[in-house]
């Protein structure tokens, strides 16, 4: 938090020569020892510490396998099933790769919707949560491209498909298409092009999170009540206090992805894949990854032309306008109240919302016929509305519980009202 | 305001439902649009769950399969002799096994392409030259590699099956694919069906109510020495299993290596998670 006065005070002599030169020590103590951080921040608050962990391993996983991957559209397939086949524990660095990218959008939605609960994008963090959504915009574009890399079926019409996106585009569309594509169709080009910006993204990934927890550290966390930190009794030191809840929530996490590494690795992929590119022959259903159905949903909902916009376009329009939507959450929102704990309507309407988007993912991996388009329609309306509607009219209308004085005293008052205070200390508590 | 609400949730539920259960539609048997007819019968496997191993006699016994059947058009290009090790084979028996086969190599010092005696990191050979060869010589469709077949075939398993998946560890779905596939000819269309010619209906097939490959297996086709019943379902069940060996060579060292990972996990969180209470305990939060 921005209180300006560190506390460090170097101990040893090398200490000190670093703080008179280059005061790295003092920067880590400051932002990872000292930081003081809310004492009522719930598990919710570990993803942060959780997507890190995820991107240095995606970092370190994704450089040994492109060690012995080639971008090369008569080898890659083969390259990828040499990595599983004969490369040391090759197929252990694979699954923990094409699984952590899987584990990395599950940690970065709850991340984003432990955001929009608590609202976390009030000010003074517009920026801190717009940064975030260029994180999660370059996350998908990075997933994307590792997608198509092993050049299986889905690979390489998932990317047919979503460059084809582009050329909905009115004027520029078919330049920009082949600006991607390095050609007329997918191929050899575009497989090396999306190769080298697979490798580059994260490194772009990585410097905006810099500017992401910079950021944070300037205006602090959120907390659960949404109260902005008074005096000291309401913050905790990071370390020990945040490092080791931190810790126990990566932990969990891990547990949790190790099991789909281990005993699941392909339940998050596609059979098809395991099928080398065949630019003549077209899979049944074209799915892209699990991350990107609730907006694959939103793009074929729109079968319709309206006015001058066809219904590609309009879908094109639309999926972007969706994710488009997260940028302006700040300023939609309009409730004096940060969190949804305080907010009856606005909590009922964030969990429709939570349904909704699920509700989507799943329409998103069905054929896009029949009842289907009507409900991913009607889906489509209540996202928007969401956004556009009860998210400015409800901080207008709605009346708020009544909100504690500061962070001390939500604690503390929770802590009186438990009742029965034997039991709950017996009882293992699971969300801090 | 909230009985509107709650009127208004149920009212979505409602169109959601009848939704739903118009998509079901009118099933008309001669006709179907969806794919496969019949859900692949689900086998039990001794690969399945989390401390699964290879049946070696098994895998030697689908090898065999493979070998007397299924290599006349299909090839397995990505599998290395060396790698049926994961058999229970010796050295010395690979090498003999490899020495079967004919591998066409070169060229030499004199430029010349060559014809030797196959050696344990060689690849087994194609049946085909090229897949331009393998489409002709099987009515226009050439006959998908089997070294992945297992993990590049499976059955959509639908909502909410495939929740109760995470928790029973279902990764079964090609094996049960390839096995149902395998015994699933010999039944007669319903009336009014419509089988393209040169073709062979298969209510398990995947995309379509049937394919070009003719029944493949029948009873009494392969010889085994171990006693095993020699019938289409048996040769069906090893043969399957032997692809998700092909395709999936390592799996028992994944569940191995999985299982140690689990138990570090736990009782390094157990660990973390008394010393996180500890380290709170003075705090009231």
Redesign the interface.
């Known amino acids: 938090m921005s209180e300006g006065h560190s506390t460090y005070t170097p101990k040893t002599g090398i200490e000190r020569w670093f703080d008179a030169r280059m005061p790295l020590p003092r920067l880590v103590h400051d932002s990872f020892v000292a930081y003081p951080v809310p004492?009522?921040?719930n598990y919710m608050w570990t993803f942060g510490g959780i997507l890190s962990l995820m991107l240095a391993a995606q970092i370190l996983t994704g450089i040994v396998l492109a060690m012995h991957y080639t971008s090369d559209t008569n080898l890659a397939f083969?390259s990828v099933?040499k990595i599983?086949?004969d490369v040391n524990s090759g197929?252990?660095l694979r699954?923990l790769h094409s699984n952590g990218a899987s584990f990395f959008f599950v940690a970065v939605y709850i991340h984003i919707f432990r955001g929009l609960f608590y609202g976390s994008y009030k000010a003074p963090r517009e920026l801190l949560w717009i940064l975030g959504c260029i994180i999660y915009l370059l996350m998908m574009a990075t997933g994307f491209m590792g997608y198509v890399l092993p050049w299986g079926q889905m690979s390489f019409w998932g990317a047919t498909v979503i460059t084809g996106f582009f050329s909905a585009i009115p004027l520029v569309g078919n330049w920009i298409q082949e600006l991607l594509l390095g050609g007329f169709a997918v191929d050899n080009p575009t497989l090396n092009r999306f190769f080298a910006l697979h490798y580059l993204l994260p490194f772009m990934i990585a410097g905006v999170v810099v500017l992401h927890i910079w950021a944070l550290h300037v205006v602090g966390q959120s907390n659960p009540t949404g109260i902005e930190v008074k005096s000291k009794t309401d913050t905790?030191a990071f370390t020990?206090?945040a490092t080791?809840?931190d810790?126990?929530g990566m932990?969990?996490f891990?547990?949790v992805f190790?099991?789909f590494?281990?005993?699941?690795?392909?339940?998050l992929g596609h059979?098809?894949n395991?099928?080398v590119a065949n630019p003549l022959k077209t899979p049944?259903h074209i799915v892209p990854e699990w991350y990107f159905l609730p907006f694959y949903a939103i793009l074929r909902a729109i079968t319709f032309n309206i006015g001058p916009i066809n219904s590609k376009l309009g879908g094109v329009l639309c999926m972007f306008g969706a994710i488009a939507m997260l940028f302006l959450v700040p300023w939609l929102d309009t409730s004096k109240v940060r969190s949804a704990v305080y907010r009856p309507w606005y909590k009922?309407f964030f969990w429709?919302f939570v349904a909704d988007a699920i509700?989507l993912g799943?329409l998103g991996s069905q054929p896009a016929e029949?009842?289907?388009v009507?409900?991913a329609q009607?889906a489509t309306l209540f996202y928007f509305a969401f956004f556009l509607v009860v998210m400015p009219v409800l901080g207008l209308i709605e009346t708020p519980r009544r909100l504690p004085n500061s962070i001390t005293e939500a604690?503390?008052e929770k802590?009186k009202g438990s009742g029965h205070p034997a039991r709950a200390t017996a009882a293992?508590e699971i969300t801090? | 305001m909230k009985k509107i609400?709650t009127s208004l949730?149920l009212l979505?539920l409602v169109?959601?439902g009848t939704?739903?259960i118009?998509?079901e539609?009118e099933h008309n048997a001669a006709a179907p649009t969806h794919f496969p007819i019949n859900e692949p019968k689900e086998m039990s496997w001794s690969f399945a769950g989390?401390f699964g191993t290879y049946d070696k006699a098994q895998l030697q016994r689908g090898l065999k399969v493979y070998k007397e059947v299924c290599s006349a058009c299909h090839s397995m290009n990505?599998v290395a002799f060396r790698?049926l090790e994961g058999l229970g084979y010796s050295e010395a028996q690979i090498k003999t096994l490899a020495a079967e086969y004919t591998i066409h190599d070169g060229p030499n010092d004199a430029g010349d392409m060559f014809d030797r005696p196959g050696k344990p990191s060689d690849h087994f050979p194609a049946p085909f030259p090229n897949t331009e060869a393998a489409a002709a010589a099987n009515g226009g469709a050439a006959p998908?590699d089997m070294?992945?077949l297992a993990?590049?075939?499976?059955v959509e398993r639908g909502?909410p099956r495939f929740i109760f998946?995470?928790f029973t560890?279902y990764?079964q779905?090609?094996p049960d694919y390839i096995h149902s596939l395998l015994t699933g000819y010999d039944q007669t269309p319903p009336a009014g069906m419509v089988i393209p010619e040169g073709t062979h209906y298969n209510p398990y097939f995947l995309?379509g109510v049937s394919l070009k490959m003719p029944k493949p297996l029948s009873d009494g086709q392969v010889t085994y020495d171990d006693g095993s019943p020699q019938t289409v379902d048996q040769y069906a069940r090893d043969v399957s299993a032997f692809l998700m060996f092909a395709?999936e060579?390592?799996l028992e060292?994944?569940?191995k290596?999985?299982?140690r990972?689990?138990i570090f996990?736990?009782v390094?969180?157990a660990l973390?998670?008394m010393?996180?209470r500890r380290?709170?305990a003075d705090?009231?939060?």
Do not use: C
């Open positions: 004492r009522n921040l083969d099933e599983m086949r197929w252990l699954y905790v020990p206090y080791i809840k810790a126990f932990i969990v891990l547990f190790a099991y590494v281990f005993y699941l690795p392909n339940f059979p098809d395991y099928t049944a009922l429709l509700l799943w029949g009842s289907y009507f409900m009607m604690v503390l802590k293992p801090g | 609400l949730a979505g169109v959601a939704a739903a118009a998509a539609e989390p990505l790698t998908p070294s992945l993990k590049a075939r499976g909502f998946d995470i560890q990764a779905g090609g995309s395709a060579p390592h060292d994944r569940k290596t999985g299982f990972v689990m996990l736990l390094f969180g973390v998670y010393t996180k380290v709170w705090v009231a939060h």
